[in-house]
């Protein structure tokens, strides 16, 4: 069974600060999606990263896959108040449909 | 909107009686998913449809929860002799093609709470 962990479970900033969110794994990934789900709505997809030791960048937000594709990141500079929210991550692997989501990273940005 | 719609909303039913809960994916789309999402946790996943196709209902709980897209569009999850673990918000999602790098459009879910 693959565990998943997705760390830190909350986390409260100041506007204006940085952080970082991990989402580790024992196991090899085909690929990874990452999340942001607001209380009462589904999650929406930020971003999917294929390749191992890949970065993608979204505005203020910074997503890394690990070489060994067994981990990724996710970095946002200068956090907003509108960037609260549960941060998700959800792995495949190949020759399966499902994702697996993590338990989250529940954030929030005071102003 | 063209997004996923889930109906009800929100679903109080008591111990015992059988719900049915309903989603509309975005016209066209192949893939569709159903998860159970639990407070305080990240979405589980039931069920899996490749048009009208069930591919995957590994994540199914127990024999009460049967899942069924008969014309490869609409979805419907049925819950029979709830019980209160069966708690908890369900997702469906939608992808537009098969393969498992495809975004997910999810809807906003159905609260379902048991009595």
């Known amino acids: 069974t693959q565990l998943l962990e997705q760390s830190p479970q909350f986390l409260s900033i100041q506007e204006g600060e940085n952080l970082t969110v991990y989402c580790n794994s024992s196991?090899?990934?085909?690929?990874l999606q990452w999340y942001r789900q607001e209380p009462g709505e589904g999650p929406v997809l930020l971003v999917t990263?294929?390749?191992?030791?890949e970065v993608k960048k979204l505005k203020r937000l910074t997503f890394q896959f690990g070489d060994a594709r067994k981990d990724s990141s996710l970095h946002i500079t200068a956090a907003q108040p509108g960037d609260t929210g549960l941060y998700l991550c959800?792995?495949?692997?190949?020759?399966?449909?499902?994702?697996?989501f993590g338990t989250g990273t529940r954030l929030k940005v005071l102003a | 909107g063209a997004g996923v719609s889930q109906s009800p909303r929100y679903k109080v039913a008591k111990r015992g009686q059988d719900v049915a809960l309903r989603c509309d994916p975005i016209?066209?789309?192949?893939?569709l998913f159903w998860y159970q999402q639990a407070l305080g946790q990240g979405p589980e996943f039931l069920t899996y449809?490749?048009?009208?196709?069930?591919?995957?209902k590994s994540g199914l709980p127990s024999d009460r929860f049967f899942a069924e897209r008969p014309e490869g569009s609409v979805s419907t999850l049925k819950i029979q002799r709830t019980q209160q673990e069966d708690s908890a918000v369900y997702l469906c999602?939608?992808?537009?093609?098969?393969?498992?790098?495809?975004?997910?459009?999810f809807g906003d879910g159905t609260r379902l709470s048991i009595l």
């Open positions: 999602a939608s992808s537009p093609r098969t393969g498992v790098v495809q975004p997910q459009h």
């Open positions: 196991s090899v990934f085909s690929s």
């Open positions: 990263v294929v390749t191992g030791g």
């Open positions: 959800a792995p495949t692997t190949s020759g399966t449909y499902k994702y697996i």
């Open positions: 016209s066209g789309h192949v893939s």
């Open positions: 449809f490749q048009n009208e196709a069930q591919l995957d």
